[in-house]
């Protein structure tokens, strides 16, 4: 178990690291060269660990938020919130960037977020979201499913144990069949990821055209989008992580856009 900790670890590391470095590479060659690194105002929202503030330090002054503050390394010059982003404490028109890094599909009140995200940054902010893709939720297929088994299996392996050690079993048929039959149909159907927990929903979801769609259609012009990587799930690092040249075999993008 520890061997399989340390790869899904260094897996996620790698990736992480990767992904931000030419997320960066990105947002350097649009920023307005006459603005001073010190008077550029960045916000991540939904910062974690912490880990992607110290790359967007490259580009200026950087604040991290997220619901709880869950920082575990050192974050430099960086400042931390804790916050929700349907609901800041920040100034009205602060921010020349803000950033997420696939935390999209994880927040309930989009429509909030986004009203919310319009009034902390200002009419020059660069809006730079980098969510995953339908290609991503196919990849995770085998990650789900594996662990899938081997929840059946070990459920299976203490109920027979339990039987075992027990003299007489009294079986009640209805609840055995419906509770088999309840854990075989869990088994066959994939799930989704983030709040679209139905894997059907959340494959059109994470479709590029539907991002572009549930962004324009709240107030922003997605004025560049940038393949990332091809990776699956760090739980089960069984994909290579490959830089993406095309659409059609990346698991995550990046949306850089503005107020519209």
């Not at 992904?19 to 001073?36: A, R």
């Not at 992607?52 to 010059?77: C, H, P, T």
């Not at 995200?117 to 789900?144: D, H």
């Not at 088994?187 to 962004?215: I, T």
Request: aromatic content about 16%; overall charge positive; some cysteine.
């Amino acid at each position: 178990m520890k061997n399989i900790y340390f790869s899904q670890y260094k897996h996620r590391k790698a990736k992480r690291e990767l992904e931000m470095n030419l997320i960066i590479s990105h947002l350097k060659g649009l920023i307005d060269n006459k603005k001073d690194k010190e008077n550029i105002n960045i916000l991540e929202f939904g910062s974690g660990d912490g880990f992607q503030l110290a790359f967007l330090g490259k580009l200026g002054r950087v604040v991290g938020s997220d619901l709880e503050n869950k920082i575990s390394i050192n974050i430099g010059s960086s400042k931390f919130v804790k916050c929700s982003i349907t609901k800041t404490p920040f100034n009205n028109n602060f921010f020349d960037i803000i950033f997420s890094n696939h935390v999209m599909e994880h927040i309930e009140d989009l429509d909030q977020a986004f009203i919310e995200l319009k009034r902390i940054g200002n009419n020059q902010s660069l809006y730079a979201f980098s969510v995953p893709t339908n290609v991503w939720l196919l990849a995770s297929l085998p990650a789900q499913y594996f662990f899938k088994i081997k929840s059946f299996l070990l459920k299976f392996i203490f109920i027979f144990n339990k039987k075992k050690g027990q003299k007489r079993v009294k079986f009640d048929s209805s609840k055995g069949v419906n509770s088999s039959l309840s854990n075989a149909f869990s088994l066959l159907l994939p799930k989704g990821h983030g709040v679209v927990s139905n894997f059907s929903d959340c494959y059109n979801f994470f479709k590029l055209r539907a991002w572009r769609k549930l962004f324009e259609e709240n107030g922003f012009n997605v004025d560049h989008v940038f393949p990332l990587f091809f990776y699956g799930p760090s739980e089960l690092p069984i994909f290579p992580i490959v830089r993406s040249k095309s659409f059609f075999c990346c698991s995550s993008v990046l949306f850089v856009m503005s107020k519209s």
